[in-house]
């Protein structure tokens, strides 16, 4: 597996450095998974050696998690100044856009050896961010970012269908798989997607607070 620290936005501050420290155990991971047929494309195009196809793969996996972490950015806010608690809903105050904490860790991989790319990412987010209002650390709203998980899946999935398409024409079903991801008609590789089940990423299984956003949109 390969991690990489990075946001592709100035709306974010680095949480923590992947390379030397582990995810804290206060943060919230948002994790991105992505279709079956993008980890075989790279993976086959690897094996026939062509490097065309290979970066195509990769741009396509950098395009859809820059989009969502453009649309995390647009919806995130923070609690800013006094909050009245209200049971059951929530509370009552300003809530004012700034600058979260976020780490984003990439895997071309899940660690079992032979398997197939699955092209993933974990998204770390710190419980407090910089308010733009007043340059003060203020708590972030929880509640308002869990609800946008489902736009951010769609801008996910939409920056890898559109990449792909401006880069190798490629073409995708109009059906989903049980995860909610159509996969690729061209080239023709959905019809080998059922022989690759879900492999699930172990890293920073640790975390109290983990959105996986494939298991968790269909409940929203």
Request: net charge negative.
């Amino acid at each position: 597996m390969t991690a990489t620290l990075g946001a592709v936005t100035d709306r974010f501050l680095p949480l923590f450095d992947p390379a030397v420290e582990e995810p804290p155990s206060s943060a919230i991971e948002i994790y991105f998974e992505t279709p079956t047929s993008l980890g075989l494309l790279y993976t086959f195009s690897q094996r026939f050696d062509q490097p065309r196809l290979v970066e195509a793969v990769r741009e396509a996996h950098e395009a859809g998690i820059a989009a969502a972490l453009e649309a995390i950015a647009d919806v995130a806010l923070l609690k800013v100044g006094e909050h009245v608690e209200i049971p059951g809903k929530p509370s009552m105050g300003r809530y004012l856009p700034g600058r979260l904490s976020l780490t984003r860790v990439s895997h071309t991989y899940t660690g079992d050896p032979g398997d197939i790319a699955r092209f993933h990412d974990h998204v770390f987010i710190g419980r407090t961010g910089i308010a733009d209002h007043d340059g003060e650390c203020w708590p972030l709203a929880a509640e308002d970012l869990r609800a946008g998980l489902r736009s951010f899946a769609v801008d996910h999935v939409h920056g890898i269908h559109l990449s792909l398409r401006e880069s190798i024409g490629a073409r995708w079903s109009e059906e989903r798989t049980w995860m909610g991801f159509q996969e690729l008609t061209y080239p023709d590789l959905g019809q080998y997607v059922a022989d690759f089940p879900r492999q699930y990423c172990r890293y920073g299984l640790g975390s109290p607070a983990r959105w996986n956003v494939v298991d968790i949109i269909e409940r929203l």
